[in-house]
């Protein structure tokens, strides 16, 4: 194993201390911040003759994405912004591998880097619970807008704080200290109550039943989350069109967003079934045609088309089946490595897979820079906690 430099070590703990803080007020900083540790840790590393060496599995799904991405490209209703696209896509995930290729911490970093993170945690909390009491001083103060939309600007560094503090959670279990899992649970349950993101407050819960479930029925996890997996990527297409068809008789009982929801998913499942193995091109859910006799059976959509708010849909629409079968192999490749970790924080991993899953269902584009990095910062804080769990039972 590569030993890290002190520089190294230092840059982990600031790094990681930023993003449940500097990254919870600002959400697209994640990608700056873990992309950036991790370019500037493969240059330490090189000017020590010490390349990190890229995972070999998720390299190859991630090379056979990007290559689909590319090719895609060919037969994209909108060729130039699918160009763009992949290399957005290809930029984010090398970034992502980069990231998971640092070398993990000596066992006296990891004690800090958890350590710092759960008083960072607990301060970006009490700024989300503060600022939203005093009706968002804080965001119309750095993005000149008034409230109280402007509290929105939170959702994705919630989002993203909902797969990040899972290892840490479980860092405070394994170790039984009761004080700072109050210390943090407290105020990131405030924030959790106040956030306008729904899809945190789902996810978390989500995250808590699959913690508590897979606690008492270890050996049955794997399989039932694999079963969901396949569920999901197979069923997305049918299950969305068939709902988005009873938006008429849901309508009463949904707010706009979620009649727009459902027009969108009307929309992009029609075009799907029209090219259900290549689909349309990457990036090209936005530019999806719509005449004017589809248009009249919607109600809020007008012709100017918004992305998918359901990555599994958006795999389907814009990288056809061989895309929804890659998104699969990775979900299921993470499944089995969390399955070969130690027993002890196992839950914890599944409850970040759960809750990673739920948002992906609901939020972000599949290339969202901001979103991988929040995904590679969880697996980097998860394999520095399995590694100091395995050096302290073998010491």
Known sequence: MIEPSTTSQWLTIAVFAALPSVGLVSGPSYALLVFGFGVTQAVLGGMQRHWPPIDRQLGLLALAFMALCWASVAWSVD????????LQVTAVLAGALVALAVPIPRAATSERLFGVMVVATAVGCAILVIDTALDFPLQQYLLNRPPPMVGTKYNRGMDHLALIVWPVLGY???????????????????????TMSLSTRVAIMVGLLTLVVTRRLSRLAAPLLAAGMVTITVATPVGLHLLAEQRAALAPYLKISGLHRL????????????RPLLGWGIASSTKLPMPPEELHDYVILNGTNIYAHDQWLELWVETGALGAILGLAFSLLVLHRIGRVSAVIRPFSYAAFSAGVLISCVNFEVMTDSWWAAVAASGFLFATLEHAVVSAERA
Do not use: K, N
């Open 79 to 86: 060729p130039q912004r699918s160009a763009m696209a992949a």
């Open 172 to 194: 405070l279990a394994y170790r039984r200290d009761w004080r700072r899992i109050v210390l943090m649970g407290v105020p990131l349950l405030c924030a959790v109550a106040v």
């Open 263 to 274: 027009e969108i998913w009307d929309h992009v499942t029609t075009h799907l079934f029209a």
